[in-house]
């Protein structure tokens, strides 16, 4: 998420009412999560796990709840509580909005665009030209859809990102400042869900199909001309590449990549990261080759203890 203009590392501080180490000029452009920050950008770490990997990462600004050395050409923010510091940065720079209409006065739509009775079009969304929004569609603050898009009954596009923090008095969650992005030429089924990214984009590139029942987790990318069956679950921070297909009832764990033309079976568990060009079924999720060998061997189970019983 970029802020509307360049920020002094002082007045972010300031916002915050943190410490920070750099320069009080030090440019601050916006606030990201890890794997999508670039210079300019704010990155949350309150745990040391993860302090390398934050303090050496592309964010130039680290917002972190221990004063640690400063990496050269970068800056700090010093917390007691990144995670509410970053809740509140979310606030400052993209508040919440009240709507006051079904279709927002602010929302921008293209030339020959259908929305059905009923839908819901947040502020600030834009639809291009030659979709057809059913009825009953929820369209979040901020969500940008492409041309010759169709949304079917009863799906929500934008909802906030399942992203908490455990504390003693219960869960808090991350806020969500980021975006849904639907590219040209996407068909999304009827009772589907797509987060928005918690400062990035979630982004459904062009060509690609969708099925109804599926949700796609926050700041998850699917690539182009893809196929994606009923009911499948995606989570989080997930890559999916080019013409991957997706049969009904998969599951997808978060911060994983899909390889380009992969098929994934149905009722399959994916719990890491699969290479392209590949067919893959089953829990955990692995070769077709594999998977039958395994099965083959389980059947022999039998068997072999009968023979054990025997000697």
Not at 129 to 147: A, F, L, P, Q, W
Not at 257 to 267: D, P, W
Not at 279 to 300: H, Q, V
Request: glycine share 8%; aromatic share 8%.
């Amino acid at each position: 998420m970029k802020f509307p203009q360049t920020h002094t590392l002082q007045q972010i501080a300031t916002i915050i009412n943190a410490e920070f180490v750099g320069d009080s000029n030090f440019p601050v452009e916006g606030m990201n999560e890890i794997h999508v920050v670039t210079p300019g950008d704010i990155v949350f770490v309150d745990h040391p796990k993860y302090y390398d990997k934050a303090l050496q990462s592309a964010a130039t600004i680290i917002l972190i709840n221990k004063e640690v050395e400063c990496p050269e050409g970068k800056a700090l923010l010093i917390s007691d509580d990144p995670f509410r510091d970053f809740n509140k940065l979310t606030d400052y720079f993209k508040p919440f909005q009240k709507s006051v209409e079904n279709i927002s006065s602010s929302a921008e739509i293209g030339e020959n665009t259908v929305i059905q009775p009923n839908s819901f079009i947040g502020n600030h969304v834009k639809i291009g030209k030659n979709c057809i929004i059913h009825s009953n569609v929820s369209i979040y603050d901020y969500t940008e859809i492409g041309d010759n898009v169709t949304i079917h009954s009863n799906t929500v596009l934008g909802a906030s990102a399942f992203y908490y923090k455990n504390r003693p008095e219960g869960f808090d969650q991350l806020k969500s400042g980021g975006r849904v992005l639907i590219e040209d030429n996407v068909d999304i089924g009827a009772a589907c869900t797509i987060d928005r990214g918690v400062s990035g984009d979630t982004t459904i590139k062009k060509g690609t199909k969708i099925d109804n029942q599926v949700h796609i987790g926050h700041d998850t990318v699917i690539g182009e001309k893809c196929l994606i069956a009923s009911q499948v679950g995606i989570a989080g921070c997930v890559v999916i590449e080019n013409e991957v297909t997706i049969w009904g009832q998969v599951g997808i764990t978060s911060g994983i990549t899909i390889g380009e033309k992969a098929v994934i079976s149905a009722q399959s568990g994916v719990s890491k990261s699969l290479a392209g060009h590949t067919s893959y079924f089953g829990t955990p999720a692995d070769t077709f080759r594999k998977k039958y060998k395994e099965i083959a061997s389980i059947r022999l189970i039998p068997s072999l203890i009968e023979k054990i019983d025997k000697l």
